[in-house]
T-cell receptor, first 113, second 113 residues
Framework: KAGVTQTPRYLIKTRGQQVTLSCSPISGHRSVSWYQQTPGQGLQFLFEYFSETQRNKGNFPGRFSGRQFSNSRSEMNVSTLELGDSALYLC????????????FGQGTRLTVV | GESVGLHLPTLSVQEGDNSIINCAYSNSASDYFIWYKQESGKGPQFIIDIRSNMDKRQGQRVTVLLNKTVKHLSLQIAATQPGDSAVYFCAEKRNSGYSTLTFGKGTMLLVSP
């Protein structure tokens, strides 16, 4: 079965712009989580959506937001981009219960110039 | 390929050696621990997991050891192969029903033929 699909793979944006990233989870998975990966901070949790509801949120400013659709696909949005937002953004999907395996996509590489 | 970490601890081994990668975790409330492998340009890939009520779990060529007394997790890879070269992350999760993972900083494993 198809894995987690993230689009686009690469993005270049300028400071002050906004960006929307997309994630299609594995069929049947209802949980989608987003992570930011940078060389300095490693992998940091952004937020998790389950059945169209945000059920957990990491320690990121309000410029970072997301949503989940009825088909479990998820988008995350970053507004007023800053240079420090340059990172690999990873999406993970899972069935959503405790102790269930999370499957990651290949990520979207965002560069802010 | 993309770099996932510029200042990671690095373990260099020869092909055929056994590798041990260590991880310290901080949250005593975590009850599920996972090891992920991340190759250049890819998202993290699940290797093996262990629940907090266990101290050892074995998979194919991999063993995870959990020492809750000192909050230490290790991944042992037997007969390491060049294809094992990657960055390895430990991650922890609370049994809250959420899918949120807290990742360690990662260790780069380099396997020489």
């Amino acid at each position: 079965k198809a894995g987690v699909t993230q689009t686009p793979r690469y993005l270049i944006k300028t400071r002050g712009q906004q960006v929307t990233l997309s994630c299609s989870p594995i069929s049947g998975h209802r949980s989608v989580s987003w992570y930011q990966q940078t060389p300095g901070q490693g992998l940091q949790f952004l937020f998790e959506y389950f059945s169209e509801t945000q059920r957990n949120k990491g320690n990121f400013p309000g410029r970072f937001s997301g949503r989940q659709f009825s088909n479990s696909r998820s988008e995350m949005n970053v507004s007023t981009l800053e240079l420090g937002d340059s990172a690999l953004y990873l999406c993970a999907s899972s069935l959503g219960g405790a102790n269930t395996e999370a499957f990651f996509g290949q990520g979207t590489r965002l560069t802010v110039v | 390929g993309e770099s996932v970490g510029l200042h990671l601890p690095t373990l260099s081994v020869q092909e055929g050696d056994n590798s041990i990668i260590n991880c310290a975790y901080s949250n005593s409330a975590s009850d599920y621990f996972i090891w992920y492998k991340q190759e250049s340009g890819k998202g993290p890939q699940f290797i093996i997991d262990i629940r907090s009520n266990m101290d050892k779990r074995q998979g194919q060529r991999v063993t995870v050891l959990l020492n809750k007394t000192v909050k230490h997790l290790s991944l042992q890879i037997a007969a390491t192969q060049p294809g094992d070269s990657a960055v390895y992350f430990c991650a922890e999760k609370r049994n809250s029903g959420y899918s949120t993972l807290t990742f360690g900083k990662g260790t780069m494993l380099l396997v020489s033929p």
